[in-house]
C-alpha cells in the first residue's frame, strides 16, 4: 500500500512552488514569441477586447503542451538544485534514503501531468486550434483601421491609393489630398484633388464618409471598344464635395469548416479515420495512373507493313534497335529523334502533373501520422525532462534562477532542434516518420536514464579533475610536484639511511639505462607479444616514491626544491598497451592504428630515459646537500 510520508509532503510542496511560477513564465515567453509572428495581423485594425482575449486564451490553450516540459525541467532543476545547495539532499541520503525514493512524489506527479497532457492535446487541444486558425484567419480579412500617414501613398482601402500632405491633429483637417480611384478599373481611373478634407466613418462601419473642399476631379471616359489614338476625360471643379467609399470595418467571424482538412485539429480517432481515407485515395490515384502509363508507355510500337513481313520472314523476336537505327537514311534518322523527342517531352510533362496529386497526398499522409505520434512524444517529453532535470539537479547542487534556467535553456533548445529538425526531414518523406517523430525522445530517454543512474550511484559526471586527469593519461601529460615546507615535523629525516636508498636508486637507474637502449627505436613484433609488466622500473618507482615522502619532512628548503624535480614514473606505457596477449597482437595487426600505437610506445620508451636520467643527476644533488649540511664528515 502507497503511504504518503512527510518527506513526500515536502519534496512535492517544494517542487509544486516552483512548478506553478515556472510554466506561467514558460507559457507567457511562447504567448510571446507566438504573438510576435502573428503581430502584423493585430496591429493597427482597431480589434476590440473581447477578440483579443479570445485570441489570447486559445494561443495559450494551444501551447500549454509545449511549456509543460520545460517548466518541468527548470522546476526540477532548482528543486533539486536547492537540496543540494542547502545540504537537504545530502541529509536525506546519509539518512539511508535513496535518490530515486526522493524523487518518486514528483516522479507520480509527473506521470498524472503526462496522461493530463495527453487528454488535453488529444481532447481540448484540437478544438482550441481549430478555434484559434480560424480566428487568425478572420483577423487576416479584416480592415485596418483608417489611419493615413503623412506624405505616404494609403493604400490598404481596396481600389484606392489616398495621398496627404499634411494633418492638422487637432481639427482632423486633411491637407492637399490626392485621391486615385481604380475601383471601376486602371482604364475608368477617378483622380481628385482637394485643398482640404475631413474623412469620416459611418454609423454601420460600412462606409468611409468623405468630405472634400476647393478642388478637382479628374475622369478617364476611355473604354475597351475606342480604338483612337485622342482618350477623351471629363474636368470637374468644385467647392464642396461628398462621396462615400465602401469599407467595412466590423469584425466577421468566418466559417472554420475549410480548416476541417489540417491534422492539427483532430483527436488520434479522428486522425487514424483521416490516414485511412488518405490511403484509400492515394492507391485509387495510383492505380488510375499505373493504367495510364501501361497504355501509354508500353504500347507496342508501330511497324510498316513491309518491316512487319520482313520481321515475320526472318521470325525475328527481339528488334536490335542500334542495327535498325544505323540502317535509316539521315532523313529517318531525324524524324525518329524528333518523336522520341516529342514523345518523351509529353511523357516527362504528363509524370510530372501526375506526381502532384500522389506528393501532396503523401505529404498529408505523413504530416497525419507525425501529428499522431505527436500527442504521445509531448506528453512523454513531461517524464524524460523530469529525469533530465532532477539528477542534474542533485549533480551540480544550484539553486536558484542563475545555473539551473542557462542549462534547462541549453537542453530545451537542443530538443527543440532535434524535434523539429527531425519532423521536418520525415515530414519531406527523406526519413521515416515515426522515427523523425520520436528521434527526440529517443535522444532524451537514454540521456535522462544516464543521469539518473550516475546521480543515484553519486558518480563525478561534472567534476572537471577526472576528464582532466583522463586526458592527461590519453596524451602522455603529467604534473610536476609541489612539496613545500612543512609548518608541524613529527619525525625528521634519518640522512644517514636515506643516503643509502639514493645510492641503490642511482644503481638500480644506471643498470636500466645501461641494459635497455631506450631511444633506439624498439622491436615492433616485441612490442605487440609483450604483456607483462615491468618489475625493475616498477620497484625504483615505489622507493623513488618513499624516498620523497621521507624526505619531505625536511626543514631545508633546498632539499624540497631537489625533491621537486623528481618526474613521476610511468610503469607500463613503455612496455605494451594492455595487459592481455591477444588484445596487443590484435593492436598491432591493426595498420596504420598500430604504427601509431607503436610510435607513442616509442615516445614514452625515450621519455623514460631522460626521466632516469633526471633521478640520477637529483640523487647526486641530494647527496651533496645533505653531505653538506646535514651529516658530520670526518
Known amino acids: 500500500m502507497l503511504r504518503i510520508k512527510k518527506l513526500d509532503i515536502f519534496v512535492l510542496k517544494s ?36 477578440v483579443l482575449a479570445q485570441f489570447f486564451f486559445y494561443s495559450g490553450l494551444t501551447l500549454i503542451p509545449m511549456s509543460l516540459p520545460l517548466a518541468i525541467l527548470l522546476a526540477a532543476l532548482m528543486t533539486f538544485g536547492n537540496f543540494g545547495e542547502r545540504y537537504e539532499l545530502l541529509s536525506m541520503k546519509a ?25 488535453f492535446q488529444n481532447v481540448i487541444g484540437p478544438k482550441a486550434q481549430k478555434q484559434l486558425w480560424t480566428l487568425l484567419v478572420s483577423m487576416k480579412q479584416k480592415s485596418p483601421e483608417v489611419d493615413i500617414p503623412e506624405g505616404v501613398f494609403y493604400t490598404d482601402i481596396e481600389g484606392y491609393n489616398i495621398y496627404v500632405k499634411h494633418k492638422d491633429r487637432e481639427t482632423g483637417l486633411l491637407k492637399d489630398i490626392l485621391i486615385y480611384n481604380f475601383s471601376d478599373g486602371f482604364d475608368n ?39 483612337s489614338n485622342s482618350v477623351p476625360y471629363r474636368r470637374e471643379t468644385f467647392k464642396e464635395k461628398h462621396t462615400l467609399i465602401e469599407f467595412n470595418t466590423e469584425f466577421n467571424m468566418v466559417d472554420g469548416s475549410f480548416l476541417d482538412r489540417r491534422s492539427d485539429i483532430k483527436n488520434m480517432r479522428e486522425i487514424s479515420l483521416a490516414i485511412d481515407s488518405l490511403n484509400n485515395f492515394a492507391d485509387s490515384v495510383g492505380r488510375s495512373i499505373y493504367k495510364d502509363v ?15 513481313i520482313r520481321l515475320q520472314e526472318k521470325r525475328i523476336t527481339v528488334i536490335n534497335t542500334d542495327s535498325v537505327y544505323n540502317s535509316m537514311t539521315s532523313a529517318e534518322k531525324l524524324k525518329v529523334l524528333n518523336n522520341a523527342n516529342s514523345r518523351t517531352s509529353s511523357l516527362s510533362s504528363d509524370w510530372s502533373m501526375k506526381s502532384y496529386l500522389t506528393k501532396d497526398t503523401d505529404r498529408d499522409i505523413r504530416t497525419h501520422r507525425s501529428d499522431w505520434h505527436k500527442k504521445i512524444t509531448l506528453s512523454l517529453a513531461c517524464l524524460c525532462f523530469f529525469f ?54 529517443l535522444v532524451l530517454a537514454p540521456l535522462g536514464g544516464f543521469l539518473t543512474y550516475k546521480s543515484n550511484k553519486d558518480s563525478v559526471v561534472f567534476n572537471i579533475d577526472v576528464y582532466i586527469g583522463f586526458f592527461r593519461k590519453l596524451f602522455g601529460i603529467r604534473s610536476s610536484r ?51 609488466h615491468d618489475n625493475a622500473i616498477a620497484e625504483i618507482s615505489e622507493q623513488l616514491e618513499s624516498l620523497i615522502e621521507e624526505l619531505s619532512n625536511t626543514k631545508d628548503p633546498i632539499l624540497i626544491n631537489y625533491l ?17 596477449l591477444y588484445l596487443n597482437i590484435l593492436l598491432g595487426l591493426a595498420v596504420p592504428a598500430g604504427i601509431l600505437i607503436y610510435l607513442n610506445i616509442w615516445r614514452y620508451r625515450r621519455r623514460l630515459g631522460k626521466d632516469l636520467k633526471t633521478i640520477i643527476q637529483t640523487n647526486k644533488n641530494i647527496q651533496q646537500e645533505i653531505t653538506k649540511q646535514h651529516l658530520d664528515i670526518q
Not at 294 to 308: E, G, H, V, Y
Not at 493 to 498: E, H, N, S, T
Open 15 to 50: 517542487f509544486l512552488l516552483l512548478f506553478c511560477g515556472t510554466f506561467f513564465i514558460c507559457l507567457f515567453i511562447f504567448m510571446m514569441q507566438f504573438l510576435w509572428r502573428y503581430v502584423d495581423e493585430l496591429v493597427g485594425k482597431g480589434l476590440e477586447i473581447s
Open 95 to 119: 539518512a539511508g534514503i535513496p535518490l530515486l525514493r526522493i524523487m518518486r512524489p514528483i516522479i507520480l506527479f509527473c506521470v498524472f501531468l503526462g496522461l493530463m497532457s495527453f487528454y
Open 189 to 227: 481611373a477617378h483622380i481628385i484633388w482637394a485643398e482640404e478634407g475631413k474623412l469620416d466613418l459611418t454609423a454601420d462601419k460600412q462606409h468611409l464618409f468623405l468630405h472634400l473642399y476647393n478642388g478637382e476631379q479628374f475622369e478617364n471616359l476611355k473604354s475597351q471598344s475606342v480604338l
Open 294 to 308: 501501361m497504355k501509354t508507355t508500353f504500347k507496342a510500337p508501330i511497324l510498316s507493313r513491309q518491316d512487319s
Open 388 to 441: 533530465i532535470g532532477a539528477p542534474l539537479g542533485a549533480i551540480i547542487r544550484k539553486g536558484g534562477l542563475g545555473m539551473p534556467v542557462v542549462l534547462s535553456v541549453l537542453i530545451f533548445v537542443i530538443y527543440y532542434i532535434i524535434d523539429s529538425g527531425a519532423t521536418r526531414v520525415g515530414k519531406s518523406g527523406e526519413m521515416n516518420i515515426v522515427l523523425g517523430t520520436w528521434m527526440s525522445t
Open 482 to 532: 609541489h612539496l613545500f615546507k612543512k609548518e608541524v615535523i613529527i619525525e625528521n629525516p634519518d640522512y644517514a639511511q636515506d643516503m643509502h636508498i639514493l645510492g641503490d636508486i642511482t644503481a638500480g637507474c644506471e643498470a636500466y639505462l645501461q641494459i635497455h637502449r631506450l631511444n633506439k627505436m624498439p622491436n615492433y613484433f616485441k612490442i605487440f607479444t609483450n604483456h607483462t
Open 564 to 580: 621537486n624535480n623528481y618526474p613521476f614514473l610511468s610503469v607500463k606505457a613503455h612496455k605494451s598497451v594492455s595487459d592481455n
